[in-house]
């Protein structure tokens, strides 16, 4: 098994700092892969209901699982952090899928659009809305840990959060 | 301002429904993660020192988290123990509940305490992942004069009646044609797939909100582009009461029920035999239940009706096929 020694070693030397919150006798690296094993479908559900395509949605966990391994100095909560970078690998997907779809229209299949209401007028909505919707509704976050998985400011996260309920409404009641 | 309609729903309902479809649709999602050891030395990213004792591969040892506020929906972890745990308080609140209601007739199979069996989860007819082509047809479908018709539609509607669907005098309108596509089997080959809408409404306006919408699924076997034999593979209700993915294995069924009505009523037969029936919560939540697999070496069907006076006012139904693969018995376990 070819490893770079050199590499770990110097991970290993990062990790013996105790993160700000971590329980009292828990690294940073068993955290972690705690993490990993405890919410890993949570976190990929959460990707799946933000990018609707299950196979994206375990990519992206998975890529920021690994990005999440060399990023360990400065993190005050494990699990944020690993969310933070999963719903900003999400919304990347989202704007290059969307670019891709407009140089590529495909009309969309119209059992699917009817298959589900709400779920196909949460897809309408732009990537922000939707993020906030969906931290908002599923994950059940405060208005201020969503701004900052979003990197905007509390009010900004009201303001798309009550425009996506707008659009959702029109859409549903009509 | 523009004043909203009398019949538009609350905010609050709204963002029940919101709430519903998410948590449905996240629900649907079944995934382990791959060892942690093999994601990493995929990537070629570092190689994180694990701590003695601890394997990435390990049962959850269900501990809370170290930092910031317990995070949401625990339940939802992959642990089998706490999803045992949960199916047991759900089905057991669900049994009381019914029966200070007295609004339920008492099942014949009674739901088991027994762990959610570990085997693949079979995406519902209202999931985008159902796989129309593959699923079995129906066992209980329709009459096989009414499956050579030809026309979709119509084995649609005798299926509907012939279930009972109760419009309460109002008119069951199935769209005038079905919609089609073509999916892959198999060996390659393409099957067509019928998809036919049905809805209930106050008002004769096609516009109008349905009071009950749905949809059949249907499959045309014989790869005879002649031949007209249509096969009900699935039925889902989009504004009512329904199932998600189904787990079949070691003479177990184990399924989620979701709903976006009040507290409704609902009957869960497999194979024909009543092995569930209570009222759901109605909280957003999915609610889980572990039963007896009726006939576990056949291909059964999987039926969730919403009951309003008894009589079923919306049909979800799939079939499954019996599990694949069956383990060799163990011997010494506890």
New interface residues.
Partial sequence: ?A??VV??AS??FR?NAV?????PG??W??????I???????L???A??LTRQ?AV??EIV??A??AS??KVDDV?????YVRTTVVNRCYSWGRRAKLERERRPRPP????L??????DA?ATLGERQRAA??LR?????PDKEIAEILGCRVPTVRTAIHRG?RS??KV??R | MTPR?A???T?EE??T???????????E??????A?HD???R?G???????AG?S?E?P?P?RP????RR???QW????LAAAATLAVVLTATMLVERGEDGDGTPADGEPTTRDAPDGPVIPSP?S??FDRAGVPALPDGPRAEVLVTGDPVEVARDYLVGRGLDTDGRELRLDEEA?Y?MAPIGDGRLVEIA?V?WTVRDEPDIGARPVAQG?VLLRDPDLDPVSRRWEIVGAFT?TDAGITGVRRAEGVLSFGLYDYLDKPTVQVRAGGVPVFEGRLQNDGSTQNVVVDDPAPGKVITIEVQHLVDGQPVSITAMALAPPTTSEPPETGRR
Avoid at chain 1, 19 to 23: E, H, K, N, Y
Wanted: proline content about 8%; cysteine-free; glycine content about 4%.
């Fill in positions: 098994m490893r770079n590499t770990r991970v290993f990790m993160p700000v919150d971590a329980a828990v690294r690296d068993d955290e972690l892969v705690r990993y094993r405890d919410r890993y479908r949570d990929v559900r959460l799946y209901l299950s949605a375990e998975q890529d699982f690994i391994s060399g005050r909560d494990p699990f944020a299949d119209p059992a699917e009817a298959a589900d209401e709400m779920w949460i919707i969906v509704f599923y994950e059940d976050l309920l959702l409404r549903v009641d | 309609p019949w538009a729903m905010d709204l963002e429904r919101i709430r519903a479809s998410l948590r449905r649709h996240a629900d999602v079944d995934t382990r993660p791959p942690w994601l990493v030395e990537s990213a570092v190689v994180v020192p694990l701590r601890i990435a390990a959850s269900l988290g170290p930092a910031g995070p949401p929906r939802v972890r992959p642990a209202g985008l992942d919609g596509e998809l809408w949809q989009s």
